[in-house]
C-alpha cells in the first residue's frame, strides 16, 4: 500500500475536511481525492461519508484510524532514522533547471550559497525535462510552468514578464524603438515550430511578418542571435540578459511562471528546505526580474 494513501487518509480523519488536509500535506485538492478513492478501492470498503461538506469515518474508518495513527508514528520514525543526516545542514542536494536560468543565474547563486552553507554540495542537472522526484532523480526542481505537477510540491517564486529587446550594435545602428508600432521600421528575429504558437510570436507575426528576416525555434538561439545585432526579438527576462536591452514591453505575451518544487517526503530536510529558502529570496530579489513589470 502507497504511505502516500495512508497519510491522506489520517490527514482528513484528522481535519475533517479534504482541503485542509490537501493544505496540510501541501498537496492538491484533487490528489487529496485521488488519495482517497485509491486508498478506499485498496480497502474495498468505504472509509468515509460526506456528510453536510465534512468528511465523517465510516466503522470501518473507525477502526482503521486507530492503526494509522500507530503506523504514521513508525513511518516518520522510520524516516527520521533513515534521514539522520537531514536534521544537519551537510549532504548533497541535486538541482535541475532549464539552461537559461543555469547559465545565467544560478552560477552567481550557488556561490553565495556555498558561502552560507559550505557543507551543502548542489549538483545542477541543466535541463528541461520532467525529473521524476519520487526517485530522487533530483531534490530539487526550478521549472517555468503555470501548471505544477500534482505529484509535487512548492511555490511559484516570480512571474517572467515578456519585452523586445536588442543589443547595443543594433540600437547604434537603427535606433531605439518608442512603441509598438515602432517595429514596423525595425528588423525582427521570428520564430518557427512550436515556439511560432506562443501567444506573443503570433501577435508578432500578426502585425511585423514582413519585418522579420531570420527565425529560430530556440529561445536561447534567438538571443543569441538578438546579441550579434541580427534584430530586435521577444524573449522572457530570463534569456534576455548579457548584452541586450529592454526596448519595449509587449502585453500580447503572456507572462511565465518560474516554480520551485520538491516531493513531499523531502520538504522537512533540512539542506533541502534551506536551500530552497535561499534560491526563493535570491529569484525574488533579481534585478532582471524586477525591472520588467
Not at 488536509?21 to 482517497?36: E, G, K, N, P, V
Amino acid at each position: 500500500m502507497d504511505w502516500n494513501y495512508l497519510r491522506t487518509f489520517h490527514a482528513v480523519a484528522e481535519t475533517g475536511s479534504l482541503t485542509k488536509a490537501a493544505d496540510q500535506l501541501s498537496i492538491s485538492h484533487a490528489t487529496a481525492f485521488r488519495h482517497i478513492r485509491a486508498f478506499e478501492n485498496q480497502l474495498g470498503s468505504r472509509v468515509f461519508d460526506k456528510v453536510k461538506g465534512h468528511y465523517v469515518l465510516t466503522d470501518a474508518g473507525e477502526e482503521i484510524l486507530s492503526l494509522a495513527r500507530t503506523v504514521a508514528v513508525s513511518i516518520e520514525d522510520i524516516e527520521r532514522r533513515g534521514t539522520g543526516s537531514d536534521v544537519q545542514l551537510k549532504g548533497r542536494v541535486r538541482l535541475t533547471a532549464p539552461a537559461s536560468f543555469s547559465y545565467y543565474f544560478l552560477p552567481a547563486y550557488l556561490s553565495e550559497l556555498r558561502v552560507e552553507y559550505p557543507e551543502i554540495a548542489v549538483e545542477l542537472l541543466t535541463s528541461n525535462d520532467e525529473v521524476n522526484m519520487s526517485t530522487r532523480a533530483a531534490e530539487i526542481a526550478l521549472r517555468v510552468t503555470s501548471a505544477p505537477p500534482e505529484h509535487l510540491v512548492g511555490r511559484k517564486l516570480i512571474d517572467i514578464g515578456w519585452g523586445i529587446y536588442a543589443s547595443d550594435v543594433y540600437l547604434a545602428r537603427r535606433g531605439m524603438p518608442k512603441t509598438v508600432m515602432d517595429l514596423k521600421t525595425h528588423t525582427l528575429i521570428g520564430a518557427v515550430g512550436s515556439l511560432a504558437r506562443r501567444d506573443g510570436f503570433v501577435a508578432l507575426d500578426a502585425d511585423f511578418r514582413s519585418q522579420t528576416k531570420v527565425r529560430c525555434d530556440d529561445l536561447m538561439a534567438m538571443a543569441s542571435l538578438a546579441r550579434q545585432g541580427e534584430g530586435l526579438a521577444l524573449l522572457p527576462a530570463d534569456m534576455a540578459v548579457d548584452a541586450l536591452t529592454r526596448c519595449l514591453n509587449f502585453p500580447a505575451a503572456s507572462d511565465n511562471q518560474l516554480w520551485l518544487l520538491t516531493h513531499p517526503d523531502l520538504r522537512n530536510v533540512e539542506r533541502v528546505r534551506r536551500v530552497m529558502a535561499f534560491l526563493a529570496a535570491a529569484f525574488r530579489r533579481e534585478p532582471a526580474f524586477r525591472a520588467v513589470h
